[in-house]
């Protein structure tokens, strides 16, 4: 599965952004997706999750309520949307697939680029 984040750049604080990680090769369907996040000079961290079918999403803990996961299977695209942006966002953001999804970064087996989300205070 190759992977594609885009969607990322500069936003002013309060504004929404959705990315979008497009797969291509392997059947998409059969695949979890997670986004990760990794600020400068920080850590990547989890955002959140969805399942192959859609069907169940995950949050990371500070995640919850601003972030919504969402896919198009048919698109082979999973979107991350991110309302009421925090300066704190400002990050790359990651998009990684693998049959089981997961919290763990280590778990995935496919990684798109990432894309880099900026915002302004």
């Known amino acids: 599965v190759q992977l594609q984040a885009s969607g990322g750049g500069l936003v002013q604080a309060g504004g929404s952004l959705r990315l979008s990680c497009v797969a291509s090769?392997?059947?998409?369907?059969?695949?979890?997706v997670g986004w990760f996040r990794q600020p400068p000079a920080k850590e990547r961290t989890f955002v959140g999750a969805?399942?192959?079918?859609?069907?169940?999403?995950s949050y990371g803990d500070s995640m919850k309520g601003r972030f919504t996961i969402s896919r198009d299977n048919a698109k082979k695209t999973v979107y991350l949307q991110v309302n009421t942006l925090k300066p704190e966002d400002t990050a790359v953001y990651y998009c990684?697939?693998?049959?089981?999804?997961?919290?763990?970064?280590?778990?995935?087996?496919?990684w798109g680029q990432g894309t880099l989300v900026t915002v302004s205070s």
């Open positions: 090769g392997r059947t998409f369907s059969n695949y979890g």
């Open positions: 990684a697939a693998n049959p089981r999804g997961g919290r763990i970064d280590s778990e995935y087996e496919y």
């Open positions: 969805i399942s192959a079918n859609g069907k169940i999403t």
